[in-house]
Structures are given as C-alpha cells and as structure tokens.
C-alpha cells in the first residue's frame, strides 16, 4: 500500500473536506497536517500500488479522478496546489516528511496561488501512443549479435519515449497559445508513460473566460 498525494493547502481546516470523499480505485481522501508545518495540509489516500500500474485509458480515468480531488479542494474556498498526478509516498510519514522539507517552498508558492485557481490540464497520448512502451529485454550472451541487438532495443525504446514526449510537448504548445492572455503562469511537467501534466494559474475573474477557451479548443463541441 502507498499514501497518494493529491494536493496541498493553506491554511488547514480538516472539517472541510466533503465527507465520502473518494479518489483513484475508490480509496477515501483524507487529510493530515504536518506538526512541523501546521500551517498547511494535504490531502492523501492510501491505495494499493498495483493499482497505480495502469496505462491507456485506464490511466487517463486516473488522472480525471485527481482532478476530482483536486476540484473539491477548491470548493472549499481555498486555492489548492496540486500535487503532480501519481505523487506516491511509501507511507503517511514519508509523505508528511516530504512536505515538511519542502514547507518554506509550498507556503511561498501557496501565497502566489492565493486569489487564483491552479488548473490541472493532462494531456494523455492517444492512437498509437497508447500502447504501452515495451520494457527492455535483455538478449541471451549466447544468441547471435546479442550486444547488438540490446542496443536496438534500447534506441527503439528510448525513440519511442522521445515521440511521446515531443507529441505532448506540441499539444502543450497549442494549448499555450489558445490560452495567451487568460492565464498568470504555467508549469509542465512529463512522464516517461507519454502523460504530462500542465498547470494552469488563472485569477478567479478569469476562470470562466479559461472555460470558454477550453471549449473552444475541443474538437467535439
């Protein structure tokens, strides 16, 4: 089991958090405060690591439910920062120290974040980049060309870790520029799954103006 880190927030006021809350595989959000930072709070679940080892549309379904979270964080009347979609801890304790660590960071940028909202944007891979990235196997020493071979393998791999990346990169770019103007700031940060996670600082008047752009940008509407 693991303690998954959905967000942090400021100034920490437990009694807020809707009650039956549920995140990723149904798990129930809770939240701790850390005795050596009591001024902020996270909100966690504890969920079965192989839980966490999906990919394709079962790993975007995870990460809607993060957003979830991270949306009932906000309903609270406080601006959360969003903790990167599959942050796991090994338990409690380790996540609390992690924070703890990183408390004079997280509090600085909480007080950048007040008055706005933080949006999480996940751009998932989609036709051939939802196949998973085959793991390395390596040749026998006795097969043919062994060496070689292990070599291929790991240029095919790493290529196609580099088309994933390069594929959200242009995505974000798009995004980026449909949103000009509308946002305050913007952090990405990308997973060797082909996932990045784009986070969007927009004041509260703004908030239905990113909307309207958001839907301007689906290729559905």
């Given at each position: 089991?693991?303690?998954?880190?959905?967000?942090?927030?400021?100034?920490?006021?437990?009694?807020?958090?809707?009650?039956?809350?549920?995140?990723?595989?149904?798990?129930?959000?809770?939240?701790?405060?850390?005795?050596?930072?009591?001024?902020?709070?996270?909100?966690?679940?504890?969920?079965?690591?192989?839980?966490?080892?999906?990919?394709?549309?079962?790993?975007?379904?995870?990460?809607?439910?993060?957003?979830?979270?991270?949306?009932?964080?906000?309903?609270?009347?406080?601006?959360?920062?969003?903790?990167?979609?599959?942050?796991?801890?090994?338990?409690?304790?380790?996540?609390?120290?992690?924070?703890?660590?990183?408390?004079?960071?997280?509090?600085?940028?909480?007080?950048?974040?007040?008055?706005?909202?933080?949006?999480?944007?996940?751009?998932?891979?989609?036709?051939?980049?939802?196949?998973?990235?085959?793991?390395?196997?390596?040749?026998?020493?006795?097969?043919?060309?062994?060496?070689?071979?292990?070599?291929?393998?790991?240029?095919?791999?790493?290529?196609?870790?580099?088309?994933?990346?390069?594929?959200?990169?242009?995505?974000?770019?798009?995004?980026?520029?449909?949103?000009?103007?509308i946002v305050s700031g913007e952090s990405r940060s990308f997973r060797a799954i082909g996932v990045m996670s784009v986070a969007h600082l927009v004041?509260?008047?703004?908030?239905?103006?990113?909307?309207?752009?958001?839907?301007?940008?689906?290729?559905?509407?």
């Amino acid at each position: 089991m693991a303690t998954y880190l959905y967000c942090v927030l400021a100034p920490p006021n437990p009694e807020a958090i809707p009650a039956g809350l549920t995140g990723i595989s149904g798990s129930p959000v809770r939240v701790l405060v850390p005795a050596a930072t009591t001024h902020m709070e996270v909100w966690v679940a504890t969920i079965d690591d192989a839980a966490l080892r999906v990919s394709g549309e079962a790993l975007a379904r995870q990460a809607l439910l993060h957003n979830d979270v991270v949306d009932a964080a906000l309903a609270t009347g406080r601006t959360p920062l969003p903790a990167r979609f599959g942050s796991r801890f090994d338990d409690d304790a380790t996540c609390i120290a992690d924070v703890a660590r990183r408390s004079s960071v997280l509090s600085a940028i909480l007080d950048r974040v007040a008055g706005a909202v933080e949006m999480s944007v996940l751009i998932v891979p989609t036709g051939d980049f939802l196949e998973s990235i085959a793991p390395i196997a390596k040749p026998e020493r006795h097969e043919a060309a062994a060496g070689r071979r292990y070599l291929e393998v790991v240029r095919d791999r790493t290529r196609q870790a580099e088309d994933r990346r390069q594929a959200a990169e242009s995505e974000a770019e798009r995004v980026a520029k449909a949103l000009s103007g509308i946002v305050s700031g913007e952090s990405r940060s990308f997973r060797a799954i082909g996932v990045m996670s784009v986070a969007h600082l927009v004041p509260f008047e703004r908030v239905e103006i990113y909307r309207d752009a958001w839907y301007c940008l689906r290729p559905w509407r």
